[in-house]
């Protein structure tokens, strides 16, 4: 499996910004889509944004116009630019790696960093 570390929640208030960072371990990084999620109290955890090898990118729609993804395979790491925040993105938000399946290695997770958007 994949280390992954994610870096740069905490407490904004609505209207602010947030960048998340995600720093993961060994060579497969690069080949493998990448992906953020949340999950809010009692809620499911849910797709925020993806991220493939070839940077094709998908957002859920709640956040589309208002959160980026990228990535940059040199330093391992793949991130996540939060603007405009509202309340209702309030969760933990953990990183993703989806290595692709010929190379048998599986799906990984962080830790997750929590995001707390209140005035």
């Known amino acids: 499996q994949v280390q992954l570390v994610e870096t740069g929640g905490g407490l904004v208030q609505p209207g602010g910004s947030l960048r998340l960072s995600c720093v993961g371990s060994?060579?497969?990084?690069?080949?493998?889509?990448m992906g953020w999620y949340r999950q809010a109290p009692g809620k499911q955890r849910e797709l925020v944004a993806l991220?493939?090898?070839?940077?094709?990118?998908n957002y859920a729609d709640s956040v589309k116009g208002r959160f980026t993804i990228s990535r940059d395979n040199d330093k391992n790491a793949v991130y996540l630019q939060m603007n405009s925040l509202k309340p209702e993105d309030t969760a933990v938000y953990y990183c993703?790696?989806?290595?692709?399946?010929?190379?048998?290695?599986?799906?990984?997770w962080g830790q997750g960093t929590q995001v707390i958007v209140s005035s």
């Open positions: 993703n790696c989806r290595p692709p399946a010929w190379t048998g290695t599986s799906t990984s």
């Open positions: 060994g060579s497969i990084f690069s080949i493998s889509t």
């Open positions: 991220i493939t090898s070839e940077d094709s990118i």
